[in-house]
């Protein structure tokens, strides 16, 4: 089995076929799938991604439409019948390597054994089978018949970049004009105008204004770490919301210091409803509730969570019965709470 370091054809096109179901039952939260995305890149060209998973389940239903808003598939199989899933993505898989000869790497996101027939009729298409595990499931057969096995939680989105009995000096270690790069991020985070910022945006931005940049010159192997080493030193904050990295500006709430953008829509939803009931105002108008969210959390924007524009966002939270929504007679939309 080769290692996460073998050399990749540039243009080579990569598909992920992401077990959702799999991966949120073992991963303690749900699956990052800015990391992920970052291992299918550094492969080749992304050009296709789907998530299978019964989506009328409670706690997927707004997964699906934050996947789909990303670039995700989410392929719909029904449950009540065991291997449901395994069996629609690896139908998917070699359906795939014979309608679309110009992918040549397959990235499988789980951890069942049960995909080990899948491998073994992949590689002698010649096509690279790389397969993403949690290390609590991760199958050793599977391991032991594909080009590479990745643990999520060791190779993908480690919970730390450094083991602990390295100190944080020594994490940091970079060279002199690090700094600089930090500084230069502050900056494409203030463009944004309060809105949360996605890390493979950051990069891009990066990218454009130097015309190459690689954070292996910085002495770091994944950005993400060179992101949590800006992070650590007080630049920016580094979020986790949406199923997604994303950066912000440090908490302009004091009493908020440390307070991460939440992962889940409805604590969002229940710190806006705090916001309205500490309003001066019987009525808080949707801008001040945005405004609030901002500078609680150094940047917020509902994109994060699925949603095209605040008000849509807000709607959904009436429905749900957080607060209630109104209009001013200057035909202003406001919140209150009853």
């Known amino acids: 089995m080769s290692n996460q370091n073998d050399s990749r054809p540039a243009q080579t096109d990569v598909a992920m076929f992401l077990d959702w179901e799999n991966m949120h039952g073992f991963i303690r939260g749900k699956a990052n799938v800015s ?36 670039g995700f598939e989410p392929v719909y199989v029904p449950a009540g019948f065991k291997n449901n899933v395994d069996v629609k993505l690896a139908t ?26 899948v491998a073994t009729t992949l590689r002698p298409l010649g096509k690279k089978v790389v397969v993403i595990a949690q290390s609590t499931n991760a199958s050793s057969r599977l391991g032991d018949l594909v080009d590479t096995l990745l643990i999520y939680d060791q190779d993908v989105n480690p919970a730390q970049t450094c083991s602990p009995d390295v100190s944080a000096a020594k994490c940091d270690a970079a060279p002199d004009d690090l700094d ?27 990218i ?93 924007d509902e994109s994060v969570y699925g ?3 605040f008000k849509e966002m807000m709607e959904v939270g009436a429905r749900l019965g957080y607060f209630r929504l109104g209009v001013n007679d200057k035909q202003t939309d406001y919140a209150f709470s009853e």
């Open 180 to 206: 600089e790069i930090f500084k230069k991020i502050v900056k494409i985070i203030y463009e944004e105008k309060g809105a949360p910022i996605l890390l493979t945006n950051v990069k891009q931005k990066l």
């Open 92 to 117: 998917d898989c070699i359906d795939f390597a014979y309608r679309y000869p110009n992918i040549g790497v397959f990235i499988l996101v789980t951890g069942d054994g049960d995909f080990i027939h």
């Open 35 to 70: 990391a992920l995305r970052e291992v299918a890149e550094g492969y080749g060209r992304f050009v296709l991604a789907k998530a299978y998973a019964d989506w009328r389940e409670a706690r997927f239903q707004q997964d699906s439409l934050v996947l789909y808003k990303i």
């Open 307 to 309: 949603y095209s524009r």
């Open 208 to 300: 454009r204004l130097y015309g190459r940049f690689d954070q292996t010159d910085y002495g770091f192997e994944k950005f993400k770490a060179l992101i949590e080493a800006g992070a650590r030193k007080g630049y920016f904050m580094l979020n986790t919301a949406g199923l997604r990295n994303w950066l912000t500006l440090p908490q302009q709430d004091s009493a908020a210091v440390k307070t991460e953008l939440p992962d889940e829509i409805d604590k969002v939803f229940r710190e806006i409803t705090e916001i309205i009931r500490k309003s001066a105002q019987p009525h808080a108008l949707l801008s001040y509730v945005k405004h609030s969210l901002i500078q609680k959390y150094g940047g917020f």
